[in-house]
């Protein structure tokens, strides 16, 4: 189903906002994303307040650190009883594979269902420039979230975070079960905000990723379910 494809990052700093979006938002069908302003602003309880709806959540803390640190919170993300969470790449395969490990165990161990865990490869607020200039990564931008889903595909990963604008060549060189998830999705009736390497729902779908992610285009708008019903239609190809 495509609104099942949509993730709607509900990047608000109160547990009342995120209420109300999701009572909004989940008769639609959607996914849900908690980030790090929600997380840290009120906790595992909003985890929770989503699966007491019926909804899905998509962790997204970003685990970067070392690996018995990282095994520790992939642990907890788990027992949360969430869909997915990320680990940066960059991280190694060492800390990918504590992540992964840990989580599986603990999963097993408390008979929540094993969540599925992406690599984040490249940021879609990054471009060549910024790349270059003030990380000090001189490969091309494209060649580098290749290289870093083919680490996360070592380490036993389930898929990656890229931008829509790598997702052919990841989708040719990794195939159809590797999940692609992809942030930098803009509506037509949105504007870029931060976001570098952008497309729209539409061309982000036909080129093959398996979720979409979209917050303030949604989040923001003065009617979100309007806002989230013009998203899954571009999903669909509908203008
Ligand atoms: O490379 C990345 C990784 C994660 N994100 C997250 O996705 C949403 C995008 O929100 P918008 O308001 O649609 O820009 C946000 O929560 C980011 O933390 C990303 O954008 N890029």
Same mark, same amino acid.
């Given at each position: 189903?495509?609104?099942?494809?949509?993730?709607?990052?509900?990047?608000?700093?109160?547990?009342?906002?995120?209420?109300?979006?999701?009572?909004?938002?989940?008769?639609?069908?959607?996914?849900? %994303?908690? !980030? +790090? &302003?929600?997380?840290?602003? @009120?906790?595992?309880?909003?985890?929770?307040?989503?699966?007491?709806?019926? *909804?899905?959540?998509?962790?997204?803390?970003?685990?970067?650190?070392?690996?018995?640190?990282?095994?520790?919170?992939?642990?907890?993300?788990?027992?949360?009883?969430?869909?997915?969470?990320?680990?940066?790449?960059?991280?190694?395969?060492?800390?990918? %594979?504590? !992540? +992964? &490990?840990?989580?599986?165990? @603990?999963?097993?161990?408390?008979?929540?269902?094993?969540?599925?865990?992406? *690599?984040?490869?490249?940021?879609?607020?990054?471009?060549?420039?910024?790349?270059?200039?003030?990380?000090?990564?001189?490969?091309?931008?494209?060649?580098?979230?290749?290289?870093?889903?083919?680490?996360?595909?070592?380490?036993?990963?389930?898929?990656?975070?890229?931008?829509?604008?790598?997702?052919?060549?990841?989708?040719?060189?990794?195939?159809?079960?590797?999940?692609?998830?992809?942030?930098?999705?803009?509506?037509?009736?949105?504007?870029?905000?931060?976001?570098?390497?952008?497309?729209?729902?539409?061309?982000?779908?036909?080129?093959?990723?398996?979720?979409?992610?979209?917050?303030?285009?949604?989040?923001?708008?003065?009617?979100?379910?309007?806002?989230?019903?013009?998203?899954?239609?571009?999903?669909?190809?509908?203008?």
């Amino acid at each position: 189903m495509d609104s099942e494809r949509l993730i709607v990052a509900l990047d608000v700093p109160t547990f009342k906002e995120a209420e109300n979006l999701v009572d909004m938002l989940k008769p639609l069908g959607v996914t849900f %994303k908690v !980030g +790090l &302003e929600l997380f840290f602003s @009120e906790g595992p309880r909003v985890v929770e307040m989503i699966h007491s709806r019926g *909804g899905k959540v998509f962790l997204d803390c970003k685990f970067h650190d070392i690996p018995n640190t990282v095994a520790g919170a992939a642990r907890a993300a788990s027992r949360m009883g969430v869909f997915m969470f990320n680990i940066h790449v960059s991280g190694g395969i060492e800390m990918m %594979k504590a !992540g +992964l &490990e840990a989580a599986r165990e @603990e999963a097993l161990k408390t008979g929540t269902a094993v969540p599925k865990i992406l *690599g984040v490869t490249v940021l879609t607020s990054i471009n060549q420039g910024i790349l270059k200039d003030e990380i000090g990564i001189k490969e091309n931008l494209e060649q580098k979230v290749l290289d870093w889903a083919g680490l996360a595909r070592l380490a036993g990963l389930d898929g990656v975070i890229a931008s829509p604008k790598e997702i052919r060549s990841i989708r040719e060189q990794f195939g159809p079960d590797f999940l692609i998830v992809t942030p930098g999705v803009r509506p037509r009736f949105a504007s870029s905000d931060d976001q570098k390497r952008v497309m729209t729902p539409e061309e982000a779908v036909l080129r093959g990723a398996d979720y979409i992610v979209v917050g303030r285009p949604i989040t923001r708008a003065e009617d979100p379910v309007k806002a989230a019903v013009e998203v899954i239609k571009e999903m669909q190809g509908g203008v």
